[in-house]
């Protein structure tokens, strides 16, 4: 995999590669999501401010350009050539690139598709995959799915409660409490832990039934578009689906517990829907598409399905209660697909042929 490879525009106007150590410390920060980091290099102290790709001297305030080295000398035409000794996929752009080695570089576990093996099927609303070996699929996620996380959450916030009650409540009771302000004190005291205790239970609370009245919005609506069908249903997602080469259509992503469904908008002019059996799924690769971080689904019967900008109402709501926790939407799509998809079949198909793994993302 390509090392992090940071570097910092001199006064002489010459890139100055940072120590590995440094390189790897932004990289991981701009992973994370960060904007500014502090570092120090020859025993000076910097701020670099990764939106702004500079870094200021604390000594001086002088600021200096800084640039991932790694995603500028990528080449605008790959054509499956080897660039620092890792395999790169065909067509990139330069920007779609650079896009996919600052998302998730070295560890995407992507593998080479060439866009020469995406082609429209007879009709032209949809793509076929005819390469001759599927990808691999990537590792298993670990984490739990989103709604356990919450619910998880929940409980040991509820325990934390529990646990502070007990502790208030084995406090002595203070026996030289005999003046007004003592007195006053305790019963602020007292106050303060009343409140805490009905805050924090009645948060979990209004959390919870905000989920649970989101997701059975999405489930009616689901449920309207799919008349018939069975499943349990498990989460709703907006996302845009590229149904061709060079064609996108918004509508609504479901995950059930034995299907992939998609369902247009009615902005979006056309009545598309579709759904593909979680058992049929070979492959779901993390890419970038046309600018944009993208699933892209292998299916047995040769189908390429891509997806991306997905969007919960159930995200946007509690990032203002949770913050990042959670992770982004496109986090949350995977880690459903992935669990609800292991659950389904055996991974990886022991009946087909797939290529090897390697490290950067496909198109």
């Not at 084995?170 to 004190?185: E, F």
Request: charged residues 20%; glycine residues 6%; negative net charge.
């Amino acid at each position: 995999p390509l090392q992090p490879n940071w570097a910092w525009k001199t006064q002489k106007g010459e890139w100055q590669p940072y120590p590995p150590e440094v390189s790897g410390r932004l990289h991981t920060a701009k992973l994370a999501g960060q904007s500014k980091v502090s570092i120090r290099v020859d025993s000076e102290s910097y701020i670099v401010d990764l939106a702004l790709m500079q870094q200021t001297d604390l000594t001086n305030s002088e600021s200096q350009p800084i640039r991932d080295s790694n995603a500028l000398e990528l080449p605008t035409n790959l054509n499956g050539v080897t660039v620092f000794g890792t395999p790169l996929a065909c067509g990139l752009t330069e920007h779609e690139a650079a896009l996919g080695v600052c998302y998730n570089p070295s560890s995407a576990y992507c593998t080479v598709v060439s866009p020469l093996d995406i082609l429209p099927d007879a009709d032209g609303d949809k793509l076929l995959y005819e390469g001759t070996m599927f990808p691999h699929p990537l590792p298993a996620v670990t984490d739990p799915r989103p709604d356990e996380f919450f619910e998880q959450v929940d409980r040991e916030r509820l325990e934390l409660l529990a646990t502070k009650n007990l502790l208030h409540k084995s406090k002595p009771a203070s026996t030289s409490a005999t003046t007004l302000r003592a007195k006053m004190d305790g019963f602020v005291a007292e106050l303060s832990h009343m409140l805490d205790q009905n805050l924090g239970k009645g948060s979990s609370k209004i959390e919870r039934k905000a989920r649970e009245a989101l997701n059975d919005k999405d489930e009616a609506l689901f449920r309207k578009g799919f008349m018939g069908l069975t499943d349990e249903f498990v989460i709703g997602f907006d996302c845009l689906y590229l149904s061709g080469l060079d064609t996108v259509i918004k509508g609504k992503l479901y995950l059930t517990t034995n299907h992939l469904l998609f369902q247009a908008s009615a902005s979006a002019g056309k009545d598309l829907r579709f759904g593909v059996p979680l058992p049929e799924i070979i492959s779901i690769q993390k890419a970038v598409a046309m600018g944009h971080a993208a699933l892209q689904l292998f299916t047995l019967t040769r189908g390429f399905f891509q997806f991306q900008e997905f969007r919960d109402v159930f995200g946007d709501f509690f990032k203002h209660t949770r913050g990042t926790s959670s992770g982004t939407a496109f986090d949350r799509v995977y880690n459903y697909l992935d669990h609800l998809w292991r659950s389904s079949t055996v991974v990886p198909n022991p009946t087909v042929q797939f290529l090897p793994l390697c490290t950067l993302f496909v198109n």
